[in-house]
């Protein structure tokens, strides 16, 4: 499995540019419009990630490992 980065394309976006992933996305958004581009992109799902992290900081802590330090020491 990869992450991919996403960034929206600006309004004024040309075709003529490189890469080729943002040729697709260019032509995707135009077509589509803002509301099917984000769903089909999966763009702004970033939030739900930060809110996981947030939530388990409050209740476990800020400084927690996936691994036992006295191990290792």
Do not use: C, Q
């Not at 099917?36 to 800020?62: C, D, H, P, Q, T």
């Amino acid at each position: 499995m990869s992450i991919e980065p996403i960034f929206k394309p600006r309004k004024n976006a040309r075709l003529d540019r490189e890469p080729l992933e943002r040729h697709k996305s260019i032509e995707t958004l135009k077509t589509l419009g803002d509301k099917e581009w984000s769903k089909i992109m999966k763009y702004g799902n970033r939030w739900n990630v930060e809110i996981a992290f947030s939530i388990f900081k409050r209740l476990y802590g800020e400084y927690r490992m996936s691994k036992n330090i006295e191990k290792y020491i």
